[in-house]
């Protein structure tokens, strides 16, 4: 499963993605933003291990970011829920840092949204960013998510509590 954005593609992951996952994530400034099942440092045997755990998944809902040279620069993923969320994935992402502020996230997140709509039956995305994170929820507003609300003082990164903020993206009607 491809999606093709203007300047990268979103596809499934491949054992080879193993090494330019591994440089691409292993940077502070990426998982200072991220849950912390994201580690810090990112070593090669994480990058294996995430390469493994989705290499051969169906439905791809957990796609690698790759380059023109098919290098991996980030990743994005629906995780589906249960019980009553079962339709309704929370989005995750991320980027190497020499490509934030280019407008890729965005995009990704446009891709991955409508593919999730019409490929998948989702009927609404949610998508989480943390209250230090506002180059996040720039991401999530480019691409049409709402923001729902505010859980003040609800999550703990880094030994700092913060603000979490919700965002949804509805289904197309």
């Given amino acids: 499963m491809e999606l093709k954005g203007s300047t990268f ?11 330019s996952l591994q440089r691409s994530a292993d940077n502070k400034n990426v998982s200072d933003f991220l849950m912390d099942r994201f580690p810090c ?16 998944q169906y439905p791809v809902i957990n796609f690698a970011i790759v380059d023109s040279n098919n290098v991996v ?28 502020g280019k407008g890729i996230m ?7 949204s409508h593919y999730a709509f019409n490929k998948l039956g989702a009927i609404c995305i949610t998508a989480y960013a943390l209250s230090n994170n506002p180059a996040s929820m720039r991401v999530l507003e480019k691409a049409g998510f709402i923001r729902q609300g505010v ?23």
């Fill in 9 to 19: 593609l979103l596809r499934g992951w491949c054992l080879t993605d193993a090494e």
């Fill in 106 to 112: 965005s995009s990704a997140v446009a891709l991955i």
């Fill in 73 to 100: 620069i980030g990743g994005i993923g629906l995780e589906f829920r249960a019980d009553i969320y079962c339709k309704t994935p929370l989005l995750g992402y991320w980027l190497a840092q020499p490509f934030w």
């Fill in 151 to 173: 859980i003040n003082k609800s999550v703990i990164k880094n030994n700092q509590v913060l603000d979490e903020h919700i965002f949804a993206l509805q289904a197309p009607e």
């Fill in 41 to 56: 440092p990112f070593t090669m045997a994480d990058a294996e291990t995430w390469v493994k755990r989705w290499e051969h």
